[in-house]
Protein backbone atom coordinates (compact mmCIF):
# COMPACT_ATOMS: atom_id res chain seq x y z
CA UNK A 1 0.00 0.00 0.00
CA UNK A 2 0.94 3.79 -0.78
CA UNK A 3 2.67 5.99 2.07
CA UNK A 4 0.19 8.23 3.21
CA UNK A 5 2.05 10.62 4.74
CA UNK A 6 1.76 13.94 4.86
CA UNK A 7 -1.51 14.10 4.66
CA UNK A 8 -1.70 15.43 0.82
CA UNK A 9 -4.64 17.77 2.50
CA UNK A 10 -1.88 19.35 4.56
CA UNK A 11 -0.43 20.98 2.29
CA UNK A 12 2.65 20.58 3.22
CA UNK A 13 5.24 20.41 0.65
CA UNK A 14 7.45 17.13 0.38
CA UNK A 15 10.26 19.60 -0.71
CA UNK A 16 10.60 22.55 1.34
CA UNK A 17 14.19 23.71 -0.09
CA UNK A 18 12.29 26.81 -2.03
CA UNK A 19 8.95 28.11 -1.94
CA UNK A 20 6.61 27.83 -4.42
CA UNK A 21 7.19 31.94 -5.31
CA UNK A 22 10.65 31.13 -6.77
CA UNK A 23 9.95 28.02 -8.99
CA UNK A 24 9.51 28.14 -12.23
CA UNK A 25 6.35 29.13 -14.17
CA UNK A 26 4.68 26.33 -16.39
CA UNK A 27 3.54 27.61 -19.62
CA UNK A 28 1.54 24.29 -20.80
CA UNK A 29 -0.70 23.02 -18.14
CA UNK A 30 -1.59 20.07 -20.80
CA UNK A 31 1.81 19.46 -22.00
CA UNK A 32 3.31 19.48 -17.91
CA UNK A 33 0.24 17.30 -17.09
CA UNK A 34 1.11 14.57 -19.74
CA UNK A 35 4.50 14.42 -18.68
CA UNK A 36 3.38 14.04 -14.86
CA UNK A 37 1.37 10.93 -16.13
CA UNK A 38 3.59 9.51 -18.39
CA UNK A 39 5.87 9.02 -15.77
CA UNK A 40 3.22 7.52 -14.11
CA UNK A 41 2.63 4.58 -16.32
CA UNK A 42 0.38 1.89 -15.89
CA UNK A 43 1.76 -1.25 -14.66
CA UNK A 44 4.22 0.86 -12.72
CA UNK A 45 4.65 0.09 -9.19
CA UNK A 46 2.95 2.81 -6.60
CA UNK A 47 5.56 4.64 -5.17
CA UNK A 48 5.93 6.64 -1.76
CA UNK A 49 5.30 10.23 -1.68
CA UNK A 50 8.94 11.14 -1.49
CA UNK A 51 9.61 9.15 -4.03
CA UNK A 52 7.09 10.49 -6.38
CA UNK A 53 7.74 14.25 -6.10
CA UNK A 54 11.57 13.01 -6.71
CA UNK A 55 10.27 11.34 -9.88
CA UNK A 56 8.11 14.23 -10.87
CA UNK A 57 10.58 16.71 -9.92
CA UNK A 58 12.71 15.37 -12.73
CA UNK A 59 10.03 15.24 -15.13
CA UNK A 60 8.96 19.16 -14.42
CA UNK A 61 12.03 20.36 -12.71
CA UNK A 62 11.80 23.66 -10.75
CA UNK A 63 8.02 23.03 -10.60
CA UNK A 64 6.92 22.24 -6.62
CA UNK A 65 4.32 20.11 -5.34
CA UNK A 66 1.68 21.24 -3.09
CA UNK A 67 -0.74 18.63 -0.72
CA UNK A 68 -3.78 18.00 -3.37
CA UNK A 69 -6.35 20.34 -1.38
CA UNK A 70 -4.55 23.39 -2.04
CA UNK A 71 -4.70 24.73 -5.49
CA UNK A 72 -2.62 24.52 -8.16
CA UNK A 73 -0.02 27.67 -9.04
CA UNK A 74 1.98 28.01 -12.46
CA UNK A 75 5.31 27.42 -10.14
CA UNK A 76 3.21 24.57 -7.99
CA UNK A 77 1.20 21.10 -8.98
CA UNK A 78 -1.94 20.39 -6.63
CA UNK A 79 -1.89 16.95 -5.32
CA UNK A 80 1.57 14.37 -5.09
CA UNK A 81 0.34 11.36 -3.26
CA UNK A 82 -1.82 8.36 -3.24
CA UNK A 83 -4.78 8.34 -0.96
CA UNK A 84 -7.49 5.90 -0.56
CA UNK A 85 -11.46 6.34 -1.05
CA UNK A 86 -13.81 4.73 -0.05
CA UNK A 87 -16.35 5.22 -2.72
CA UNK A 88 -14.47 3.22 -5.00
CA UNK A 89 -12.81 1.37 -2.83
CA UNK A 90 -9.33 2.42 -4.80
CA UNK A 91 -5.95 3.95 -3.80
CA UNK A 92 -5.40 7.04 -6.07
CA UNK A 93 -3.77 10.69 -7.07
CA UNK A 94 -5.61 13.54 -8.02
CA UNK A 95 -3.42 16.24 -9.55
CA UNK A 96 -4.04 20.05 -11.38
CA UNK A 97 -1.93 22.11 -13.55
CA UNK A 98 -2.10 25.61 -13.83
CA UNK A 99 -0.56 27.43 -16.66
CA UNK A 100 0.20 30.82 -17.29
CA UNK A 101 -2.25 31.67 -19.61
CA UNK A 102 -5.16 30.25 -16.72
CA UNK A 103 -5.42 26.90 -17.92
CA UNK A 104 -6.29 24.49 -15.76
CA UNK A 105 -5.53 20.29 -16.92
CA UNK A 106 -5.90 17.55 -14.12
CA UNK A 107 -4.77 14.18 -14.11
CA UNK A 108 -5.45 10.79 -11.93
CA UNK A 109 -3.61 7.84 -11.03
CA UNK A 110 -5.20 5.06 -10.08
CA UNK A 111 -3.59 1.90 -8.06
CA UNK A 112 -6.70 -0.83 -7.64
CA UNK A 113 -7.36 -1.79 -4.11
CA UNK A 114 -4.37 -2.92 -3.24
CA UNK A 115 -2.13 -0.23 -3.96
CA UNK A 116 -0.02 -1.85 -5.27
CA UNK A 117 0.68 -1.02 -9.50
CA UNK A 118 -1.22 1.81 -11.69
CA UNK A 119 -4.04 0.30 -13.42
CA UNK A 120 -5.56 3.61 -14.77
CA UNK A 121 -4.85 6.77 -16.04
CA UNK A 122 -7.00 9.43 -16.85
CA UNK A 123 -6.35 12.96 -18.47
CA UNK A 124 -8.59 15.89 -18.59
CA UNK A 125 -9.57 19.61 -18.45
CA UNK A 126 -10.34 21.12 -15.64
CA UNK A 127 -13.94 22.78 -16.57
CA UNK A 128 -14.04 26.49 -15.94
CA UNK A 129 -15.74 27.85 -12.53
CA UNK A 130 -13.91 24.93 -10.83
CA UNK A 131 -11.57 25.00 -8.59
CA UNK A 132 -7.67 23.68 -9.64
CA UNK A 133 -6.75 21.45 -7.05
CA UNK A 134 -6.56 18.00 -7.12
CA UNK A 135 -9.16 17.63 -4.24
CA UNK A 136 -11.70 19.33 -6.51
CA UNK A 137 -10.75 16.81 -9.53
CA UNK A 138 -11.10 13.82 -7.44
CA UNK A 139 -14.84 15.29 -6.74
CA UNK A 140 -15.85 16.04 -10.39
CA UNK A 141 -14.46 12.26 -10.64
CA UNK A 142 -16.56 10.54 -7.92
CA UNK A 143 -13.96 9.60 -5.72
Request: glycine share 12%; hydrophobic share 35%; proline share 7%.
Given at each position: ??????SPA???????????????????AADA??????????GTQV??????TDTWSAVLPGVKFS?????????SVSGFAFVYSKTKRV???????????????GGVLEAGSDGEKITQTVKMTV???TKCSGSALSDLRGY
Open positions: MANSSPSGASPSPSASAATGVAIKDRDKLVAAMKIPSDGEMGYGIEATTKEFLAFTVLDTGGNCEPTG
